[in-house]
């Protein structure tokens, strides 16, 4: 058996009395991908620093290549060849592509000029190593999230690194840039580096890795080889609850259309797109990154204001050039980035969900009427059933499935017609995500109109009737879900 | 932002910020009743320190509304001397020459201050919100122009020998103890208190603070709310500027130009937070109130030149930062622990 590269030996932390991790023990093997899955606050995250000594064990303690560590400095980390890729991949958007790459060394060679030449050469070998090739001069700012992942990769592979710990690696990529990426992790390992792939989602871990460890609250609750491993006892790992996967089937749709989209164009980002929405359906939008599936979303909801088209409400044709405007016709959006667009994360939980709202509960001259304030509150939290002690609690209090639910409680308080969601479960665990999908599901039977933007495939097809593919600006296909697969939709999307 | 109001007590425990201000101004008055308590605890003394502190304590409830938004308002000493001028020479051109003005005069330069200051306001609020430029920069600069445009209109000269009758009213003491001026503050404290805590619009620039984007994405006219928050601090420069104009029975340029710094601290100091969203009244008049005793208090020690003054009162101010920041760093690890 080959000597294991890392090993962790009954690791306990905890935090102020709060026990972030129970006796977890696992190893690794050089060359090895092994994924390391787990929910929200399941632990992974501590796992991860107290392996790159960021946090030191309560008790238990780490073997690396046979030396064992009681608690292991950052430094010592990156001497034994440990590399942590963090998701935003500490990276410097403001230098570029070469500064990146070439500063750790030049910083660690305690250099004291800048020689422009060296750095140049250091940064051109980092790049080959992964075959990656890309404008050296460019600043890094201004890549895709998939090309500062290249760079962050690089980067970690100059300290003769023997294992890459990868947080969330593709949280933000598409399925192709995916694609590339592990045949990457596949290089890497051929050269012997370990991998550490950190991820909550199924279809990654099946395709990637040859070994799991599961945590779910701290303590590790399943581990093995992938091969022997299916999607339900993976679900069922990770949250503890047993799920059927059933696709949703509408109960009632309209004849008529309840919105209409008619040759909508905006330059360079979208053309001719033409669809309507059926009231008490779940249609999906999906396409690759720069399909333009956000900016049709954003001139749906009166962000982007397009060039020509027009949209249609129960047949009468409306003007949408303001979030105000959609908001007035009954159109609610739940944006992408929950974090920096969807909420306000130091205010209440109350006022995040009742602000776009907060108009009717004013009395004479424009004082708050605190009675109605609180009432549609608790509808909400109650609704959603939203975790907290507390509705004036701060929103970033809550994790990331409950802080979806508040944007969504934003929106059902506004009584819509139409919600537009764009990638409702990203960064959301299974369990959250099932909750969801329910919630949405009754939305729909409930006779609204919803659109989910995604390019999770399996999300689109067990929740909506329809898909529209998006390429290049246009849409390319308008499949039906029942007959429809991901292979079909996948060869329109590429 | 309900809780102030049902238990006062409960409410203090919870905001560590507003206790800190309190224990300073105790601690501060302790001290000097120990070794000054003549010459600082007299009616005098007191009413002399409520005169002076609403002049820049208005131009900090300004920029604590902009601080809110996640901006700023260095304009405010700019727009305080431009109105002061503009209304000293309305004031002038109104006194007769017997030295008195006519009754309608004093409401006449406060309704011209409200309006003086909106407008400076609105021409910031538009530069930040329409033509998106920083508000640091944009209100420098605005600040910069108001300056100027005193600068133009008197050649850097004071503008004085109006009717005093003006200074006398704004000077007199309500009842022989209230000064006028405390009251020009009180009014404007409550106003904005309300207009924070009762109504839609203080939750929606407070929402505003934390998350422009997402405002924007929840519908919020942003534009409009940052534009009415710019007229608001606007409108309590101009005021503050009429206090100057009363304090010194003239106004120049270049009065009170220590007063954009000083309120920007005192707006930290009282815990709004710079990058927006949080931050309360009551911290902030705390705050005001613990810098005059400051001053007033080391005045009284004879020894002790004013040039200290500013060591101790930035002395002060960093000691607050940084129990700030260990306060704030131990909340943050708790939380990060709890995760």
């Known amino acids: 058996m080959v000597e294991s590269l890392l090993k962790t030996v009954d690791i306990y932390k905890s935090f102020a009395g709060v026990q972030a991790l129970k006796g977890v023990s696992f190893s690794l093997k050089p060359g090895e991908i092994h994924c390391l899955a787990g929910e929200n606050g399941s632990g992974k995250s501590t ?8 946090y030191a064990p309560t008790s238990g303690h780490i073997e690396f290549s046979g030396r064992t560590y009681n608690k292991i400095t950052p430094i010592e980390a990156i001497n034994n060849g440990i590399q942590v890729i963090y998701q935003d991949f500490s990276v410097f958007p403001n230098l570029s592509v070469m500064e990146n790459l070439a500063l750790n060394s030049e910083l660690a060679d305690n250099k004291r000029f800048v020689n422009w030449k060296r750095m140049r050469k250091i940064a051109e070998e980092s790049l080959s190593k992964i075959n990656f090739s890309i404008d050296l001069d460019l600043d890094v700012g201004s890549l895709t999230v998939a090309e500062k992942q290249m760079i962050a990769i690089s980067r970690a592979l100059m300290f003769n690194t023997r294992l890459i710990i990868m947080d969330e690696p593709t949280t933000a990529l598409t399925k192709r840039e995916v694609q590339q990426l592990f045949k990457i992790i596949l290089k890497l390992k051929d050269q012997g580096i370990a991998i550490l792939f950190v991820s909550h989602k199924l279809n ?50 309209s004849k008529k259309p309840i919105f ?17 929405l059926f009231k008490g359906e779940i249609l999906g939008i999906t396409g690759l990154l720069d399909s333009g599936r956000s900016e049709l979303a954003l001139s749906m909801f009166g962000m982007n204001k397009i060039d020509s088209g027009t949209f249609e409400l129960n047949g009468k044709v409306v003007k949408i050039d303001s979030p105000q405007a959609a908001i007035e016709n009954k159109i609610g959006y739940v944006p992408e980035d929950r974090l920096t667009e969807g909420l306000f994360l130091s205010q209440s939980i109350a006022d995040n969900i009742i602000i776009s709202v907060i108009d009717k509960f004013t009395g004479k001259a424009g004082i708050l009427d605190n009675e109605k304030r609180e009432k549609e509150i608790k509808l909400w939290v109650e609704e959603l059933s939203i975790a907290t002690p507390d509705p004036n609690n701060e929103c970033q209090t809550l994790s990331g499935g409950n802080q979806q639910r508040i944007a969504l409680a934003k929106w059902l308080a506004c009584n819509l017609d139409i919600l537009i969601l764009n990638g409702p479960t990203v960064g959301v665990d299974i369990g959250s995500k099932h909750d969801i999908h329910e919630i949405l599901q009754n939305l729909a039977n409930k006779g609204l109109g919803v659109i989910i933007i995604s390019d999770d495939l399996p999300e689109i097809l067990e929740n909506c009737s329809r898909v529209l593919v998006m390429k290049s ?9 029942k007959t429809s697969d991901e292979q079909a939709i996948l060869s329109y999307m590429m | 932002m309900k809780t102030n109001f049902k238990n006062i007590g409960s ?10 201000l309190i224990v300073m101004i105790i601690v501060w008055m302790l001290f000097i009743a120990l070794t000054k308590f003549n010459k600082f605890y007299s009616l005098l003394n007191f009413q002399t320190m409520a005169a002076q502190f609403p002049e820049f304590g208005l131009m900090a409830l300004g920029i604590m509304l902009c601080m809110i938004t996640g901006g700023i308002d260095l304009s405010i000493v700019g727009i305080a001397n431009m109105t002061a001028i503009l209304n000293a020479f309305l004031l002038l051109a109104l006194t007769s020459e017997n030295g008195s003005l006519p009754p309608y005069a004093i409401p006449l330069v406060f309704v011209l201050a409200i309006v003086i200051g909106a407008a400076a306001g609105l021409f910031n609020g538009l530069l930040v919100s329409k033509v998106k430029i920083p508000a640091i920069l944009a209100t420098m600069g605005a600040g910069e122009l108001f300056r100027g445009v005193c600068m133009a209109l008197t050649n850097g000269n004071a503008v004085s020998k109006f009717s005093r009758t003006y200074s006398q009213l704004i000077n007199n003491k309500i009842g022989g103890i209230f000064p006028v001026q405390l009251l020009i503050f009180i009014i404007m404290a409550v106003v904005i208190w309300f207009i924070l805590s009762k109504t839609v619009f203080g939750t929606k620039i407070y929402m505003l603070g934390s998350n422009l984007k997402a405002a924007k994405y929840s519908g919020l006219k942003t534009d409009k709310l940052l534009i009415k928050t710019y007229m608001l601090s606007g409108i309590c420069a101009g005021l503050g500027g009429m206090i100057m104009l009363a304090n010194y029975n003239s106004a120049r340029a270049d009065y009170g130009s220590v007063y954009t710094l000083q309120c920007v601290l005192i707006v930290v100091l009282g815990g709004v937070n710079p990058l927006g969203g949080k931050g309360k009244i009551s911290g902030v008049i705390l705050a005001i109130i613990l810098l005059r005793m400051l001053e007033t208090g080391i005045n009284r020690f004879p020894h002790i030149s004013s040039y200290y003054i500013s060591l101790i ?27």
């Open chain 2, 313 to 339: 009162w930035g002395g002060v101010l960093i000691l607050i930062m940084v129990l700030n920041y260990f306060s704030e760093n131990k909340k943050f690890t708790i939380k990060n622990k709890a995760a």
């Open chain 1, 47 to 54: 796992l991860i620093k107290v392996i790159s000594g960021v």
């Open chain 1, 204 to 253: 990654e871990v099946f395709e990637i890795s040859e070994n799991f460890t599961i945590l779910r609250n701290g303590e590790k609750v399943a581990e093995g080889e992938t091969s022997s491993l299916n999607t339900d006892q993976f679900s069922y790992h990770m949250t503890g609850r047993e799920f059927e996967a059933k696709h949703f089937i509408p109960a009632e749709i």
């Open chain 2, 11 to 20: 409410y203090f425990k919870k905001d560590q910020h507003i206790k800190r």
């Open chain 1, 473 to 481: 600006g246009k849409i390319v296909s308008d499949l039906d879900a």
């Open chain 1, 260 to 276: 209409e989209a008619k040759d909508i164009s905006l330059s360079g980002k979208l053309e001719d797109i033409s669809f309507s």
